[in-house]
């Protein structure tokens, strides 16, 4: 049996966890709900403050499933009492950043800013101009926003310039060498 699919996710009094008749686990917390669709190798029963999640079958792609969807859930479970948060920096000469509405504005050293809409879900926060904190209830949709933003200009090796993640280091190249 799976070692991360057979241990139960226990969540508190703030939660509300139902599994409906479509194999789907909706998760309901105190700032969003979650749903989460799962495939029917694999299925969720409630147990007090718990989910325990059970496989019908031993085959490979079964195991797989039991400890993805375990994860899946542990992770909405999370994400709707604490949230996810996820850094990024801005690096180089004149890159800024700026929240307006529904909108991010990046200059980013082309000729006109980039603009990024922000989906629903999730929230960004500039406390500097060259630092933002993406925060949000699903970890995949705050990586997958951090991912698309860093996308617009990715630090490159030899001056660092760029958006990276907070803490992200960059492996610097040599320049050019000067001739003998």
Same mark, same amino acid.
């Given at each position: 049996?799976?070692?991360? /699919?057979?241990?139960?996710?226990?969540?508190?009094?703030? !939660?509300?966890?139902?599994?409906?008749?479509?194999?789907?686990?909706?998760?309901?917390?105190?700032?969003?709900?979650?749903?989460? *669709?799962?495939? #029917?190798?694999?299925? +969720?029963?409630?147990?007090?403050?718990?989910?325990? $999640?059970?496989?019908?079958?031993?085959? =490979?792609?079964?195991? +797989?499933?039991? *400890?993805?969807?375990?994860? $899946?859930?542990?992770? +909405?479970?999370?994400?709707?009492?604490?949230?996810?948060? =996820? *850094?990024?920096?801005?690096?180089?000469? /004149?890159?800024?950043?700026?929240?307006?509405?529904?909108?991010?504005? $990046?200059?980013? /050293?082309?000729?006109? #800013?980039?603009?990024?809409?922000?989906?629903?879900?999730?929230?960004?926060?500039?406390?500097?101009?060259?630092?933002?904190?993406?925060?949000?209830?699903?970890?995949? $949709?705050? *990586?997958? !926003?951090?991912?698309?933003?860093?996308?617009?200009? #990715? #630090?490159?090796?030899?001056?660092? =310039?760029?958006?990276?993640?907070?803490?992200?280091?960059?492996?610097?190249?040599? /320049?050019?060498?000067?001739?003998?």
């Amino acid at each position: 049996m799976s070692r991360i /699919g057979k241990a139960p996710v226990i969540f508190d009094n703030t !939660v509300k966890v139902d599994v409906t008749p479509a194999n789907e686990v909706v998760i309901k917390g105190a700032k969003s709900s979650l749903k989460i *669709g799962m495939q #029917p190798q694999v299925t +969720a029963k409630v147990d007090g403050n718990k989910v325990v $999640l059970t496989r019908k079958d031993d085959s =490979k792609e079964a195991r +797989a499933l039991h *400890g993805l969807y375990r994860a $899946l859930v542990q992770n +909405a479970v999370v994400g709707v009492t604490k949230g996810f948060t =996820k *850094g990024l920096e801005l690096q180089g000469v /004149g890159y800024r950043a700026n929240v307006a509405g529904k909108k991010l504005e $990046l200059s980013l /050293g082309f000729s006109h #800013p980039v603009i990024f809409d922000i989906p629903e879900g999730i929230e960004i926060k500039v406390e500097k101009q060259t630092s933002l904190a993406i925060t949000g209830a699903s970890r995949e $949709l705050v *990586g997958q !926003v951090a991912a698309k933003i860093r996308s617009f200009r #990715p #630090p490159e090796p030899y001056l660092g =310039k760029g958006v990276r993640y907070a803490g992200e280091h960059i492996r610097r190249k040599a /320049g050019k060498s000067a001739g003998k």
